[in-house]
């Protein structure tokens, strides 16, 4: 069966003389009714060709789509993303494009009041802008990375990054919450792929999405308050949480040289793929701490529904939205099943299916590193900057990994009586912590 003009093409063979002795020899009749001589191929012939032809591109898109979704399509090394950009090779320049202009340096101010800071967009590529809010005085910017993946801050910022920013360390430095792409006030360049085929529709969401694409926006922000500040390399410090982490570790790792300092507050366990400690894995311990039966039963479900790639392309942003709102929900239960402190982050975790949370940030991310053969653990231990890790001891998942890619070029704070969100359930000791760091 084919497709033809957008119809079903049916054919029908008959076979007339069938059992009446009819020899090789003889004339037969065609399914058309016209005679057919037995030098051309019979219509029963053409049409297993066309069936098997069917099956065999089916099998091979298939086994592509696999290998897709088997193999990291994003390889991170130290310059790897300058160089691809030397080569043409990524989707958008790593440049932006407003960069040379005398009239627009590459970013717009919505507002400014001093409760909220100036807020706005980088102009990061065209077609493509990242929101930012941004608090402090000081001429060096400190860039924040959300964690999710696609779950930006919230409108009120982190408490402990308020404080510096209204304390001492606000005359040094600006702190610039971004929002990654795909997700909160930036751009959303893809919502729905359903019309696609599953290779193209791949290579859509790599090169709007992918893991490489949110290394590189850092990057081009930095380089337009680069522009803006008139500086020949500026150098900034990172500060990422969560998966944010994970990507600001990503960053510091390609661009060792403009990466001044680096904190990573309870930074992702993605290091490997498949992960090398179990209770790095993060669906393995949550299970593990669903109160009973049947929550561990709907908890299997819908890790089955968000790990189903090969189905990933019939579904909208707003599907996507709600299954990383249902994560959420997941995780504040196991916290509270554990005893652990319930942050105020997730307090309303209904709120998180609201618009700002990203659909396809989290596929785009995790598509880049495959299911097999992912290791960044040798990558980290290149890097140049200074690092802090901050976690709490009550995290469900600990930074050990991290600590042991970094070695002695990292510190590690580890704060009492607190989980996940260190910034929120403690904000002066996590304030204290990096102040001491970036001073």
Not at 19 to 33: E, K, R, V
Not at 165 to 181: D, P, V
Request: with cysteine; hydrophobic share 40%.
């Amino acid at each position: 069966m084919g497709r033809e003009n957008g119809g079903t093409v049916r054919q029908r063979v008959t076979k007339e003389g069938q059992g009446n002795g009819t020899s090789s020899g003889q004339a037969t009749a065609a399914p058309s009714g016209r005679t057919q001589s037995p030098d051309q191929p019979s219509a029963t012939w053409s049409w297993c060709r066309l069936i098997i032809a069917t099956l065999v591109i089916t099998v091979t898109v298939a086994a592509a789509a696999v290998w897709i979704m088997l193999r990291p399509t994003y390889h991170p090394a130290p310059g790897g993303i300058a160089q691809a950009d030397a080569l043409g090779d990524l989707p958008t320049p790593l440049t932006p494009p407003a960069i040379g202009s005398r009239t627009d340096h590459g970013f717009e101010i919505k507002s400014a009041t001093a409760n909220n800071g100036r807020q706005g967009y980088f102009h990061v590529s065209d077609g493509v802008k990242v929101y930012f809010r941004a608090v402090g005085r000081g001429s060096t910017p400190v860039l924040l990375v959300h964690g999710g993946p696609g779950a930006p801050h919230p409108s009120t910022g982190w408490a402990a990054v308020e404080a510096l920013a209204n304390g001492s360390l606000g005359e040094q430095f600006t702190f610039y919450y971004l929002h990654q792409r795909g997700c909160g006030r930036s751009t959303r360049p893809i919502t729905d792929l359903r019309n696609t085929s599953f290779p193209e529709a791949v290579a859509a969401l790599q090169d709007a999405l992918g893991l490489r694409e949110q290394v590189a926006d850092l990057e081009r922000v930095r380089r337009i308050l680069n522009h803006v500040g008139g500086e020949a390399a500026l150098r900034v410090p990172v500060i990422g949480h969560s998966f944010g982490g994970f990507i600001a570790a990503l960053y510091a790792a390609e661009f060792p040289d403009v990466v001044a300092k680096l904190v990573l507050e309870s930074p992702a366990a993605m290091l490997t793929l498949p992960m090398a400690n179990t209770s790095d894995d993060t669906f393995a311990v949550l299970r593990a701490l669903m109160p009973t039966a049947a929550r561990r039963e709907a908890f299997d479900a819908f890790v089955k529904e968000y790990t189903d790639f090969g189905n990933l392309f019939t579904k909208t942003e707003a599907d996507l939205r709600k299954t990383n709102a249902d994560f959420l929900a997941f995780y504040a239960e196991a916290l509270k099943a554990a005893g652990r402190p319930l942050p105020p982050s997730l307090s309303g975790v209904k709120t998180f299916n609201a618009p700002d949370i990203g659909g396809w940030v989290g596929p785009g991310i995790f598509m880049s590193m495959g299911m097999f053969g992912w290791d960044v653990r040798s990558l980290l231990g290149r890097t140049v900057p200074p690092v802090l890790l901050i976690e709490g001891a009550r995290d469900l998942v600990s930074s050990a990994s991290y600590a042991q890619a970094y070695g002695d070029r990292a510190s590690r704070v580890i704060l009492d009586d607190v989980g996940h969100f260190s910034h929120d359930e403690a904000p002066k000791k996590w304030s204290e912590a990096v102040s001491k760091f970036l001073a």
